[in-house]
Nanobody, 117 residues
Framework: QVRIVESGGGLAQPGGSLRLACRVTGVDFSHYNIDWYRQTPGKARERVAIINVYSATNYADSVKGRFTISRDNPENTVYLQMNNLQPEDTAVYLC???????????WGQGTQVTVSS
């Protein structure tokens, strides 16, 4: 059974940092591309970053140079290091796993990030 759990959210001050973690269990993690999305009320869900099975990465323009995505395959975990956080980064951050073999997606429940002074 596939399970995706996000952690690491919380409150940060503008200019501060947080590191989110996305742990995927019950799977062969090497078959999964992992995306981080964020959702705020009244706005479309935005893809923030992706890391594929080869560890190639891509970022939304809004976070380039500030966020870094990485994966630890033995730990079945993807990290999102978020630096120089700004109030507009406030959102629920969700992790999606895409199985590249069977072309199926799985979502976590999300973790809240709030950036405020």
């Amino acid at each position: 059974q596939v399970r995706i759990v996000e952690s690491g959210g919380g409150l940060a001050q503008p200019g501060g940092s947080l590191r989110l973690a996305c742990r995927v269990t019950g799977v062969d993690f090497s078959h999964y591309n992992i995306d981080w999305y964020r959702q705020t009320p009244g706005k479309a869900r935005e893809r923030v970053a992706i890391i594929n099975v080869y560890s190639a990465t891509n970022y939304a323009d809004s976070v380039k140079g500030r966020f870094t995505i990485s994966r630890d395959n033995p730990e079945n975990t993807v990290y999102l290091q978020m630096n120089n956080l700004q109030p507009e980064d406030t959102a629920v951050y969700l992790c999606r796993g895409e199985n590249v073999v069977i072309k199926r997606n799985y979502w976590g429940q999300g973790t809240q990030v709030t950036v405020s002074s």
